[in-house]
């Protein structure tokens, strides 16, 4: 039986307001999930407390090793370090769930996802949460109705916070881009834009 985690929320930032949101579309029987840029691995044990087997991949040594450490009670969460976008860089595919949050901005995107997109088992789910630029007034409108929810939820967890050395980057595309980026190398895809300044794509790798 997967191992519950512990302490699903030890601290709150707007990526870890949006985990419930992952945790929301995994599949049922679920056997295999991989969690790119895991950071301290938060998801990861979050995620292994319903699925079987659960990989987290992150290029920083720094995160792997507490993810390792913070990790140590859940037996069936592992960390790898790595580049998942290198050949070799990434645990073997066939995964039925694949995530990733925050991490897509810092990358290529069409490139990034068809990496992804290459590690699902067929009928597997890919689950991004990633960020965007406001380009268009419209943009700068959305954008505003999210800070007083940001203030009120920063409140209500006791401030925005998160593992150190954690790599920020802003967003190079803005949402529309992403938008149309993500038609265009995921066709089916659902794209939602979300108040607190983050969008989720959810993918599903047809059978055939």
């Known amino acids: 039986m997967p191992h519950p985690d512990a302490t699903p ?3 709150w930032n707007h990526n870890v307001h949006y985990h419930r949101l992952v945790l929301d579309a995994v599949p049922d029987g679920c056997g295999r999930a991989l969690d790119i ?3 301290d691995g938060l998801l ?3 995620l292994a407390g319903r699925i079987r087997e659960v990989t987290g991949v992150d290029r920083s040594a720094a995160m792997v090793r507490l993810a390792r450490e913070r990790s140590a009670q859940v037996p069936n969460a592992a960390f790898v370090e790595a580049d998942f976008m290198t050949p070799d860089g990434a645990p073997s595919g066939g995964f039925d769930f694949l995530t990733a949050v925050a991490v897509v901005h810092h990358l290529d995107f069409t490139a990034a996802v068809h990496r992804m997109a290459g590690l699902l088992a067929p009928g597997g789910r890919l689950v991004l949460v990633g960020l965007a630029r406001n380009r ?3 943009d700068w409108l959305i954008s505003g109705a999210g800070l007083p929810a940001a203030r009120f939820l920063a409140r209500r967890h ?5 593992p150190p050395e954690m790599p920020v980057q802003d ?3 803005a949402w529309g881009e992403v938008r149309r980026a993500a038609r265009g ?3 089916g895809s659902r794209f939602r834009r979300h108040l607190l300044w983050r969008y989720s794509l959810v993918w599903d790798k047809p059978r055939s």
């Open 185 to 187: 190398c995921l066709p």
């Open 9 to 11: 929320h030890p601290y």
């Open 136 to 138: 268009t007034p419209l």
């Open 158 to 162: 006791g401030g925005k916070s998160g």
């Open 44 to 46: 990861v044990r979050k």
């Open 171 to 173: 967003p190079a595309m």
């Open 37 to 39: 840029g895991c950071g």
